[in-house]
């Protein structure tokens, strides 16, 4: 098994330019998620995905769109780049439980607006 | 809303020193608990976890941390540390788990570690 995987694990975007970054899992999860990480601030929750078909707006959801056409697959798009979107985006995916959850990340996509 | 406090935002340790590294979580309810790291260029690896059951849990790498309800904490504790133990940790917590939270993890603002040789 591959686990999360994320596509490009680079990108230099400019300013007002749009981007997707894809999110892959293959362990049948139904949850998923998009975290950014920035220095001092720990990851923060974008949005989210409780099943194919829903998303959710998670801890700072503005200036990004998601969609969850497959379960397998989650997609984060930026429409329009700020500098303030520069990050790293980290994608998890989590099975349901009814006692407990547990998440498994992906390696991480670095961004940079310039 | 939840929040999750780590105390420290860098310490620097010696090799062989002791680590205790504390977090504290804001929420009354049924929690997870997690400790992840992250070694410089790479993703989260997760370290520990506390479901339920017993409050102390051993983690990877000699790693072990205690839930203590009554402080709302879940300190991550080394006795020895190596230099490869240099990393970021992060605590993060899941509230109301198994329920409406759907997973969603609430992160501390991580901890540096730097372990000299």
């Known amino acids: 098994n591959a686990g999360v995987t994320q596509t490009p694990k680079f990108r230099v975007l400019k300013t007002g330019q749009s981007m997707t970054l894809l999110c892959a899992q293959d362990m049948n999860h139904e949850y998923m998620y998009w975290y950014r990480q920035d220095p001092g601030m720990g990851l923060r929750l974008i949005h989210y995905?409780?099943?194919?078909?829903?998303?959710a707006k998670g801890e700072v959801p503005d200036g990004y769109n998601v969609s969850r056409l497959k379960k397998q697959n989650f997609l984060l798009g930026l429409e329009s780049a700020a500098p303030s979107q520069t990050s790293v985006y980290f994608c998890a995916s989590g099975p349901v439980r009814t006692s407990y959850n547990e998440q498994f990340f992906g390696p991480g996509t670095r961004l940079t607006v310039l | 809303a939840q929040s999750v406090s780590q105390h420290n935002h860098h310490v620097i340790l010696s090799e062989a020193a002791s680590l205790e590294l504390g977090c504290n979580y804001s929420?009354?309810?049924?929690?997870?608990l997690f400790w992840y790291v992250q070694y410089p260029g790479q993703h989260l690896q997760l370290l520990l976890k506390?479901?339920?059951?017993?409050?102390l849990v051993k983690g990877i790498k000699g790693f072990e941390a205690e839930f203590i309800k009554s402080k709302f904490s879940f300190n991550l504790r080394k006795p020895s540390v190596q230099w490869s133990d240099t990393a970021e940790y992060f605590c993060a917590v899941i509230t109301n788990a198994g329920g409406t939270s759907y997973g969603k993890l609430t992160f501390g603002q991580g901890t540096i570690l730097t372990v000299h040789p």
């Open positions: 995905s409780v099943g194919e078909g829903t998303t």
């Open positions: 506390y479901f339920s059951g017993d409050p």
């Open positions: 929420y009354g309810g049924t929690v997870n």
